[in-house]
Each structure stands twice: as structure tokens, then as C-alpha cells.
């Protein structure tokens, strides 16, 4: 079966980093992705790593480590906007995408 | 045109009514996926479909019964739901079943009552 394990909550001041970590378990790997979902809206596709290394897409970076069964999730000079609930995410050997339980990002001014 | 569109916004309907959520997309994606969202919780797969065929239903009751009349439309027929069925629906659609990017719409808020 699939797990996959991320904080409930994190809390961080605006301007700041901050690194939301996943470890996963899952019979096959085929890459983790990160969604973003505000209160009240979809969740929207962040980024994904299927190879090893880091993944870079403007303030937002992602990290994965295949042998270590761990990716992060990276937020650089945090805004008030990036306030949200941020899951990671694993395709298992069907195509289904499960998505972790989330982790909620609060932002201080 | 990079959105998924759902209507209605907001249902609210009774044990004995039957319904139907709506699910367009317009990018020529060959896959689109049904989920349920409970509050504070990650969205659940309930079915997959694939150039219009379905090849995931992850155990959903037949109270739901959903329909791809065609590559952009995706309908989710409800009828005899539960209370604990209440939830936000999420459609979302994909290049392709293999494809790791999803576009996800805003969601029909659903009340059973």
C-alpha cells in the first residue's frame, strides 16, 4: 500500500523560508508531486521530481531523495498569499495520484 | 484555455432527490478523475476516466454514478446519498492517465439534508 507522511501544521513569518517535508511508502515509485490549496479553492499542481535532485520553479523549489524515501517542498521570501495547505503526492503503479494528509502553512506578518 | 469549469457551485438536495454534477474541460486531455474532499482532508479518488472509458472506480457506492459522454465532459450522477456524503466534489483532468499534472476544477460544494 501506499503512506505518505508530511506535518499538519507549520508556521512561518512573512519574508522567511520554509521547508515542508514527505516520506512516503509505496509498492513502486513513480514520482512525487506538490499541490497547493487555499481555503475554499482546487488544489493546483506546484511541481513534480521524478529523478533525484532539486526542482526549481521561482520562490518554490522541490527536493526528492528516491533512496531515502523523501522530497521536500521548499517556500523562499514567504508572502501573505502563500498561506495554504500544501500536500505531496505519489502516483502508484495504477496512475492514481494519493495525496498525503497535508500540511496547513500559516504565515505571520 | 487552461481551466476546468464545474457547476453548480453549491447543491444542497435531500436523501430522495437525484442530481448530477458537471465537469467540462477544453484542453485536450484524455484523462479526467471524480474526487471527494472532506474538510481538512485530502482529496480521495473516486474514478478515473480514460479517452472516455472507465478505468478506476475505487470502490464508490452506486449511489454515485458518473459519465464521460464525450473527451470534455465529465457528469457525476447522484441519487440516494447519505448525509456523510456531503463534501466538496473536485473534477480534474490530465494529458493522459501517465500524466503526474493535474488540473483540478473549483469544486461543487454538495449538502445532503
Known amino acids: 500500500g501506499q503512506s505518505l507522511e508530511q506535518p499538519s501544521e507549520v508556521t512561518a513569518v512573512e519574508g522567511a523560508i520554509v521547508q515542508i517535508n514527505c516520506t512516503y511508502q509505496?509498492?513502486?515509485?513513480?514520482?512525487l508531486s506538490w499541490y497547493q490549496q487555499h481555503d475554499g479553492g482546487a488544489p493546483t499542481f506546484l511541481s513534480y521530481?521524478?529523478?533525484?535532485g532539486l526542482e526549481e520553479t521561482g520562490r518554490f523549489s522541490s527536493f526528492l531523495s528516491r533512496s531515502d524515501s523523501y522530497g521536500y517542498l521548499l517556500l523562499q521570501e514567504l508572502q501573505m498569499k502563500d498561506s495554504a495547505s500544501y500536500f505531496c503526492?505519489?502516483?502508484?503503479?495504477?496512475?492514481?495520484?494519493?495525496f498525503g494528509k497535508g500540511t496547513r502553512l500559516h504565515i505571520l506578518p | 484555455d487552461t481551466e476546468v469549469t464545474q457547476t453548480p457551485k453549491h447543491l444542497v438536495m435531500g436523501m430522495t432527490n437525484k442530481k448530477s454534477l458537471k465537469c467540462e474541460q477544453h484542453m485536450g486531455h484524455r484523462a479526467m478523475y471524480w474526487y471527494k474532499q472532506k474538510a481538512k482532508k485530502p482529496p480521495e479518488l473516486m474514478f478515473v476516466?480514460?479517452?472516455?472509458?472507465?478505468?478506476i472506480n475505487e470502490s464508490v457506492p452506486s449511489r454515485f454514478s458518473p459519465e464521460c459522454p464525450n473527451s470534455s465532459l465529465l457528469n457525476l450522477h447522484l441519487h440516494a446519498l447519505q448525509p456523510e456524503d456531503s463534501a466538496l466534489y473536485l473534477c480534474a483532468s490530465s494529458q493522459g492517465r501517465v500524466s503526474y499534472e493535474q488540473y483540478f476544477g473549483p469544486g461543487t460544494r454538495l449538502t445532503v439534508t
Open positions: 521530481n521524478g529523478l533525484d
Open positions: 509505496t509498492s513502486g515509485f513513480y514520482g
Open positions: 503526492a505519489v502516483k502508484d503503479r495504477d496512475d492514481k495520484i494519493i
Open positions: 476516466y480514460s479517452y472516455e472509458k472507465l478505468s
